[in-house]
């Protein structure tokens, strides 16, 4: 995927254009099976959900109010370091 177009995609989003260089540098990077669901996201066919080590990216998204990229970027990290991202989120439901 293409870096400009997730940049377009984070400011379509209400990204500041700052902000939405550095997270597209983060998105360019996430774990292969979390492409499909960027890739979605980007062309605007919805938010699409799956579940790591029993925390689901959309209610990730509601609980904690973020936006779709940072739950991506969450479930990005439990994936890549599962027990301290896991400890993270368990700390931030309390």
């Known amino acids: 995927m293409n870096k400009e177009v997730i940049i377009k995609a984070l400011i379509r989003n ?7 260089s550095g997270v597209a540098d ?3 990077h996430i774990d292969l099976k ?3 669901l960027l890739e979605k996201w980007v062309n ?3 938010e699409q959900d ?3 080590d029993g925390f689901s990216l959309l209610s990730l998204k509601n609980q904690y109010k973020m ?3 940072a739950a ?4 990005d990290w439990l994936i890549k370091e599962p027990q ?3 400890q993270a989120i368990k700390r931030g439901i309390k």
Do not use: W
Request: glycine residues 4%; charged residues 10%; without cysteine.
């Open 14 to 20: 209400q990204y500041p254009e700052v902000q939405a």
């Open 26 to 28: 983060e998105l360019m």
């Open 34 to 36: 979390l492409v499909p």
């Open 44 to 46: 605007q066919e919805g």
């Open 50 to 52: 799956i579940t790591v």
């Open 67 to 69: 936006s779709y990229p």
């Open 72 to 75: 991506l970027l969450s479930i």
């Open 84 to 86: 301290i991202a896991s």
